[in-house]
T-cell receptor, first 120, second 108 residues
Framework: EVLLVESGGGLVHPGGSLRLSCAAS????????FNWVRQAPGKGLAWISYITTSGTTMDYADSVKGRFTISRDSAKQSVYLLMNSLRVEDTAVYYCARSLGANPYVFDIWGQGTMLTVFS | SYVLTQPPSVSVAPGQTATITCGGN??????VHWYQQRPGQAPVLVVYADIDRPSGIPERISGSNSGHTATLTISRVEAGDEADYYCQVRDSAGDRVVFGGGTKLTVL
């Protein structure tokens, strides 16, 4: 079964840091790009980051650029999101999403999400 | 940055056809993707590249795209179709991926 399982969410104070993890299984990890998409409580979806198969090209939404870092580890078949300088407005469910084959901007598999709450 | 506009809500009776629109400047020139998000669940891709369906998505769910409006059509609506639906495109400027605000489909 093709699966993405996120973990690492929790409660953090403003200015704090946290690392999210996304464990992949059921498919050839190295063949796919990955993304992080978040959803604030009661709000819509917002893409925040992308990483290519090789891990050498990353991209970020302006809202997190300079604060968040995406990475991947092929040995662990995992994708990570290191979040620094967290703000209250970063509070959201964070989803890991696989890119669809040759189209990196379509997300065909999603994890169940992990919740981050930033509170003062 | 590019803006996608969706109606906040659409209501339809079971067995009828639901039409969910996604407006954007010359969106017909972009490739549009649609996601279904049932309450408390992760999004699911239901249409990509305007008209294609991933395996497992029923044929009664279809997409189209022309001019300034992309459309997701759900025929023979069932109670299980009740969900939020989001359109999405790639934006060559600004944030690379843009989502519409979402449309809540209510099955009466």
């Amino acid at each position: 079964e093709v699966l993405l399982v996120e973990s690492g969410g929790g409660l953090v104070h403003p200015g704090g840091s946290l690392r999210l993890s996304c464990a992949a299984s059921g498919f050839t990890f190295n063949n796919y790009d990955f993304n992080w998409v978040r959803q604030a409580p009661g709000k819509g979806l917002a893409w925040i980051s992308y990483i290519t198969t090789s891990g050498t090209t990353m991209d970020y939404a302006d809202s997190v650029k300079g604060r968040f870092t995406i990475s991947r580890d092929s040995a662990k078949q995992s994708v990570y999101l290191l979040m620094n300088s967290l703000r209250v407005e970063d509070t959201a469910v964070y989803y890991c999403a696989r890119s669809l084959g040759a189209n990196p901007y379509v997300f065909d598999i999603w994890g169940q999400g992990t919740m981050l709450t930033v509170f003062s | 940055s590019y803006v996608l506009t969706q109606p906040p809500s659409v209501s339809v009776a079971p067995g009828q056809t639901a039409t969910i629109t996604c407006g954007g400047n010359n969106i017909g020139g972009k490739s549009v993707h649609w996601y279904q998000q049932r309450p408390g669940q992760a999004p699911v891709l239901v249409v990509y590249a305007d008209i294609d369906r991933p395996s497992g998505i029923p044929e009664r769910i279809s997409g189209s795209n022309s001019g300034h409006t992309a459309t997701l059509t759900i025929s023979r609506v069932e109670a299980g179709d009740e969900a939020d639906y989001y359109c999405q495109v790639r934006d060559s400027a600004g944030d690379r991926v843009v989502f519409g605000g979402g449309t809540k489909l209510t099955v009466l």
